[in-house]
């Protein structure tokens, strides 16, 4: 028999931590309005309170944890998108495609993003969703940007407001996910929104 590979302790403390964020979230899902103590969370997890305050030092820092992932993981991905991929067009629906994917595929998570499981909580996790929304706004705003500097007759066309009604639906759609516990997936008729969205963006082709 082969002998384990001992785990350090600093790996063991990450998978804790990553633990109690997945525990978190799934909180989240499972019941879609409540607000989620440390003893809820605890329970769950079958550990103490001090156990979970032991890896994150308030319930404020375990949002910021999975504000943190959807960072990560959103953005990591959104670049990959701009190397493959030199359309305007495309880039715009493979970023809204992905963060609609996003959504569903982590409904508790996305609870945070809306602000909804936030009731009561710090104000500073409301200005650090925000900055994630703003940052996406941005990254719309420069694709539809360069875009236009490469047309042959730049300038004129409603950039900013662009942007901001691009995000106005990724933001609407993830909302009516939420508010319908999660039941009326993001992604339901997207193709068929993304193809009226097209005549709006058509200049950016």
């Known amino acids: 028999m082969t002998e384990a590979v001992p785990?350090?302790?600093?790996?063991?403390?990450?998978?804790?931590?990553?633990?109690?964020?997945e525990a978190l979230a799934s909180e989240l899902e499972q019941r879609p309005g409540e607000r989620i103590t440390?003893?809820?969370l605890a329970a769950s997890l079958g550990v103490?309170?001090?156990?979970?305050?032991?890896h994150f030092p308030s319930k404020a820092r375990m949002f910021e944890g999975l504000?943190?992932?959807?960072?990560?993981?959103v953005f990591g991905l959104i670049q990959r998108i701009l190397q493959d991929e030199q359309n305007a067009l495309n880039r715009i629906e493979k970023i809204m495609t992905?963060?609609?994917?996003?959504?569903?595929?982590?409904?508790?998570?996305?609870?945070?993003?809306?602000?909804?499981?936030?009731?009561?909580e710090t104000e500073r996790l409301r200005q650090r969703v925000s900055q994630f929304f703003d940052r996406l706004e941005t990254q719309f705003r420069q694709i539809l940007r360069e875009r236009e500097l490469t047309l042959t007759q730049a300038?004129?066309?409603p950039v900013n407001e662009t942007a901001n009604l691009l995000l106005a639906v990724v933001e609407g759609q993830m909302q009516q996910y939420v508010r319908s516990s999660y039941r009326q997936s993001p992604l339901i008729g997207w193709e068929q929104k993304w193809q009226l969205l097209t005549k709006m963006l058509e200049v950016y082709a």
């Not at 103490?48 to 032991?54: F, I, P, T």
């Not at 992905?98 to 009561?120: E, Q, R, Y």
């Open 98 to 120: 992905l963060m609609l994917g996003f959504s569903t595929k982590n409904p508790g998570i996305t609870s945070v993003l809306m602000g909804t499981a936030l009731t009561g």
């Open 67 to 73: 504000i943190g992932f959807a960072e990560e993981t």
């Open 38 to 40: 440390t003893a809820k």
């Open 7 to 21: 785990t350090s302790r600093a790996e063991t403390k990450r998978s804790r931590r990553q633990d109690i964020l």
């Open 48 to 54: 103490s309170e001090a156990a979970l305050y032991r």
């Open 155 to 157: 300038g004129g066309r």
